[in-house]
């Protein structure tokens, strides 16, 4: 009976209906205690993971009946592709599940940061009532700047466009001729990535974490973008400078970001102490993606491919 290890969470009715028959750990515990997930993997023929578990070096030397991996997402940064390729292991990551909910993520954001008033309770609570302070910007007419613009940047830009946005994005590996610039929601235009963070009132990142993009959008990069932009990363942590994401906002060049994703996770007190008292910022723990619905479609869809691979049918 092959057995299948689950390092992180995973919707459980998942498992039962797609992994019936499987011997399964499902103990998503198991990425924070190293060792406990080296014996698990020592006689696995499965692997799932989220985006903490290291596929990679000793845990692949330590499961030599591993078959195949099952990623609950799209992003490959946490496994060893090369290596497991070499060792005749399948990688399954998940693409579309959860487009639309990182789509969401990415407009809330927006139009939380632009307008600037739901954090109010407190002061209106206590009869302060801040009206003036409170004055803040429309979505509408504003401009959406994607770096990157594959699947779930796309999506973003649909809802964007339903919101009165215009939308432009850079990625060098969509030809120009590609129908993705002409949505039936309106064109979307094809630009340089200067020009975009020049011109974008929203900048929102949507590139996997390669060394071409590790630290990206740096310093100089900010400062580039209109006084006033509004940064949203929930694509990968190291591809924005956070100490130069927390800098801009203290000194207004940036009107607002949003990071769901970061160099270091989980963020602890060290890494989390650039953050301390900065204005207009939201910080969410790489749940972007994670939705109750979302879950259970990259759940299902992750343990059909392992099912499939480990049987053949």
Known sequence: MPKVVVSEFMDEAAIAAE????EVLYDPGLVDRPEALAAALARADALIVRNRTQVRGA????????????RLGVGLDNIDVEACRAR?????PVTGAN???????????????????????????????????????????????????GAIARETARRAAALGMSVAAHDPFVAPEDAAWRPAHGPVARVALDALLADSDVLSLHVPLTEGTRGLIDAAAIARM?????LINAARGGIADEAAVAAALRSGHLGGAALDVFARE?????AGAVFADVPNLILTPHIAGVTRESNVRVSAVTA???RRHLTGS
């Not at 845990?59 to 099952?70: C, I, N, Q, R």
């Not at 005749?88 to 399954?92: L, S």
């Not at 209109?226 to 509004?230: L, T």
């Open 19 to 22: 992994l019936s028959g499987f």
């Open 59 to 70: 845990l692949l030397d330590g499961a030599p009946d591993l078959k195949v991996v099952g």
């Open 88 to 92: 005749g292991i399948a990688v399954y």
């Open 99 to 149: 487009d639309g909910a990182v789509a969401e993520y990415v407009v809330a954001c927006a139009m939380l940061l632009l307008r600037g008033a739901y954090g109010a309770s407190a002061a209106v609570a206590a009869g302060t009532w801040p009206r003036n302070a409170l004055m803040g910007r429309e979505i509408g007419a504003k401009r959406l700047g994607l770096v990157g613009f």
């Open 226 to 230: 209109p006084r006033g932009a509004v």
């Open 266 to 270: 989980p963020l602890d007190g060290e």
């Open 304 to 306: 059909r491919a392992v």
